[in-house]
């Protein structure tokens, strides 16, 4: 566990790999081939469209934590970190909504597809949301 540990970005230690391990392993994420080394189930894990369940919406927070890490500590030709402002009506915003769900699943397929042997983990955040606040998003804080 020490060495999945020190592949970990950021590193942690070997009891925090175990006990990821032992997790995942319980989900069905993981399983044990022949040789006794822990493989996915699947290439690809995905939430899917908006899925609410508190145990998704906390792994996506620490997700975002992640990105933040990456900014910092990860090398530019490593990343891609980018984002854009601007305004537009709640029947585009929408549309983009359903943009998204369109690029996350060509993400999907470019990974299912990956002819080569995987080498790297990697995530992807989108995120999509008002700045402002309309008389049908008032957001309470």
């Known amino acids: 566990y020490a060495d999945l540990g020190k ?44 899925v609410q369940s508190m145990f998704v919406t906390q792994f996506q927070m620490e ?18 970190v980018s984002g854009v402002t601007f305004s537009i009506s709640r029947q585009k915003f929408a549309l983009l909504k359903n943009e998204l769900v369109d690029f996350r699943k060509r993400l999907i397929q470019i990974a299912v597809d990956d002819e080569l042997k995987p080498d790297v983990v990697v995530r992807c955040n989108l995120q999509l949301f008002p700045l402002t606040q309309t008389e049908q998003n008032n957001v309470s804080h």
């Open 7 to 50: 592949k970990m970005i950021p590193r942690i230690k070997p009891a925090q790999a175990k006990d990821a391990i032992e997790a995942l392993h319980s989900m069905n994420l993981i399983t044990k081939n022949d040789a006794g080394l822990y493989r996915p189930c699947d290439a690809v894990l995905t939430t899917g469209d908006e």
């Open 63 to 80: 997700m975002i934590d992640h990105a933040k890490v990456a900014i910092e500590h990860t090398k530019p030709d490593e990343r891609d």
